[in-house]
């Protein structure tokens, strides 16, 4: 495949997704939050925010994680569906949660300079974007030396008739905004942040939180 035609098609993946959340933005919170909830309050539990600290939410959906960071945090939100994102801003208004910011923006991109946040808090969304490591990148890029990273999401399993089942069942879960057998070596690999912990969390341990620490240049 060209460069162009990967660029294509990687424009039309992120346009697909685009779709897809604004479709599921008004029913979300009915099929996620019960199922994925668990796991969102470990994440934001292991960011272990404290007042005053900037907080980057990447792909913060209907805003369900906004009322649970302690109260003092300066939190930034961004996702690429505008409707979702209205969904987040009614929740915000209606909590009175005056100090959150939120963002229509590509995660690929974030229009953010190098080490702006604390901590930097992706739930449910590495699976979802057409680059992972890319936005991956970009998490390390605007996270400061020494600051914490939590990624929850699900990974192919290691059990090899699982994740034949899951590459099989992939295509179809695209259409629901996910895909199932993207492998955790893409998260772990990723320059400038070093894994301190990783979990089993949700319904029978199928989704996993990692937990990284922003390392500077060279360590």
Not at 40 to 47: G, I, K, N, P, T
Not at 50 to 66: A, D, F, I
Not at 204 to 214: A, E, Y
Request: glycine share 8%; net charge neutral; charged share 30%.
């Amino acid at each position: 495949m060209s460069r162009s035609s990967a660029a294509e098609k990687l424009d039309v993946d992120s346009r697909r997704v685009e779709r897809v959340y604004a479709v599921l933005a008004r029913v979300y919170d009915d099929f996620f939050d019960w199922s994925l909830g668990p796991g969102r309050d470990a994440a934001v539990e292991a960011l272990a925010c404290r007042p005053g600290e900037r907080v980057l939410e990447v792909g913060v959906g209907t805003g369900l994680s906004l009322p649970t960071y302690p109260p003092g945090c300066h939190v930034t939100g961004i996702d690429i569906s505008a409707e979702m994102l209205g969904r987040a801003r009614e929740r915000a208004a209606r909590e009175g949660l005056d100090k959150v910011r939120l963002e229509e923006m590509d995660a690929r991109e974030l229009r953010f300079g190098e080490g702006v946040f604390d901590r930097v808090l992706a739930p449910y969304v590495i699976s979802v974007v057409p680059e992972p490591e890319r936005v991956m990148a970009e998490i390390a890029r605007v996270c400061r030396p020494g600051g914490t990273v939590v990624v929850v999401n699900h990974f192919r399993s290691a059990n090899p008739m699982l994740a034949t089942l899951e590459r099989v069942f992939t295509p179809a879960s695209q259409w629901l905004g996910f895909r199932l057998d993207l492998p955790v070596d893409r998260v772990h690999g990723t320059a400038g942040l070093r894994l301190v912990d990783e979990r089993r969390v949700n319904w029978m341990g199928l989704w996993r939180l990692l937990r990284f620490r922003r390392v500077a240049s060279g360590q």
